[in-house]
């Protein structure tokens, strides 16, 4: 079966720092995958997806960017966080008839 | 007008109730819809596909009206474990995925 790991689970960064969480798949290839955040109270705002290797789609102008190594590898990055990039970041991927499964979220903190 | 819109509740009933949810959406070429379900600090998880000629799933109903652009979820017999935020989904294609903001449902004992 599908499992979708993310990491880390929670982190506290300052303002101006940069940022990498990461997400992995696994018992399946050539996943479509997906950056969504939640900020507290909101609904999820979709960031990226991508459906394959280094095959990366900007939903959003933003202060992120997101990167596709391997097949099963997602990650989200950014040179400098604003208190705004605050929220919950979730990695999903596409299931048959366009479901989707989600990590479990890396909660993130700028201070 | 909001792609995706939900009543955000909270929606308060009583253990046992029925309860109804309804979502809107903007595009009438929209082509499949979901319900997920979001417990508190937790990613959401997928509760039920919607399919144009209406699905059951236990105490689970989903329903859709192309017509009028809006799916609907009905939870019979509620329990307390119910209680979360119920997140409504259309896909427009493989990227244009929106997720409605939510509605909150507590069930009281």
């Known amino acids: 079966s599908q499992t979708i790991h993310q990491w880390p689970a929670t982190l506290v960064q300052p303002v101006g720092s940069p940022l990498s969480l990461e997400c992995t798949v696994e018992?399946?290839?050539?996943?479509?995958l997906y950056w969504y955040r939640q900020a507290a109270g909101r609904g999820l705002q979709l960031l990226f997806y991508?459906?394959?290797?280094?095959?990366i789609s900007s939903e959003v102008p933003q202060n992120l960017s997101a990167s596709r190594p391997q097949d099963r590898q997602f990650i989200l990055s950014s040179k400098k966080l604003l208190l705004s990039d605050s929220g919950f970041y979730l990695c999903?991927?596409?299931?048959?008839?366009?479901?989707?499964?989600f990590g479990p979220g890396t909660r993130l903190t700028v201070l | 007008r909001k792609e995706v819109e939900q009543d955000p509740g909270p929606f308060n009933v009583p253990e046992g109730a029925t309860v109804a949810f309804n979502c809107t959406y903007s595009?009438?070429?929209?082509?499949?819809f979901f319900w997920y379900r979001q417990d508190c600090r937790k990613e959401p998880k997928l509760l039920m596909s919607?399919?144009?000629s209406g699905n059951e799933d236990g105490r689970f109903t989903a329903q859709l009206n192309r017509a009028s652009q809006y799916i609907s979820l009905l939870i019979r017999d509620s329990k307390l474990s119910d209680s979360a935020t119920y997140l409504c989904?259309?896909?427009?294609?493989?990227?244009?995925?929106?997720f409605g903001s939510g509605t909150r449902l507590s069930i009281r004992p």
């Open positions: 999903a991927w596409r299931g048959s008839l366009d479901t989707q499964y």
């Open positions: 018992g399946t290839s050539n996943p479509n």
């Open positions: 991508s459906v394959g290797i280094g095959q």
């Open positions: 595009n009438s070429a929209s082509q499949s």
């Open positions: 919607v399919y144009s």
């Open positions: 989904v259309v896909n427009e294609g493989a990227s244009k995925i929106i």
